[in-house]
């Protein structure tokens, strides 16, 4: 089973400030990485599959970066509506597994 | 339009068996390369993938919950079928049940529907 280990496990910045948040996996799950996004009371959403290709709708400011084993998402700048859960996604191999997830929280 | 619906128990008894429902509209398992999974998520804690089947019946389970789970499908009501044996208060979760391609990801989601364990 591929692990995949999100770092840090909470992100505490303000509104404008770029978010680097980290996802490591235990063996290379090639390019086959994706992202979600969730808010309280909702179901996550796909933001970044294929490790850097957005999603449809997903605004410009986010953006996904890496290969292998390690892997970025890039918020540029934060709007109000991006503090939230994020978390890591791989399909390269079964069983599927997903990141414990990192929360970014306002300053 | 993709849609999914997740319907069931809201409440079980520890040693139950929970049968979960995740109806949907807008894809067909009848349509090559189509699939739906279960995902769940413990209140406040990680999202973790349970199970999937594809259009063509071929089925995937979490090994840690192998011996528990059987997911099923009928295509003719659009529904896929999610049991779980032998309910813990520690399986208390969301269940959620998503679309995915065999060569895609989870894109579309359910709202979820919360299963608490409790005597």
Redo the contacts between chains.
Sequence with gaps: ?IVLTQSPATLSLSPGERATLSCRASQSVSSYL?W?Q?KPG?????LI?DASNR?TGIPARFSGSGSGTDFTLTISSLEPEDFASY?C?Q?SN????????TKVEIK | QITLKESGPTLVKPTQTLTLTCTFTGISLSNRAVGV?W?RQPPGK????LA?IYWDDEK????SLQSRLTITKDASKNQVVLTMANMEPVDTATF?C?H?RSS????Y????TLVTVSS
Aim: proline share 7%; no cysteine.
């Design positions: 089973e994706a979600y969730q909702q179901a996550p959403r796909l599959y999603a978390y996604h399909r079964w069983p599927l597994t997903f990141g414990g997830g | 999974g995902i990680a999202l973790e993938w999937f995937h389970y979490s090994p959620y998503a995915r895609g990801n989870f894109d989601w359910g709202r979820g």
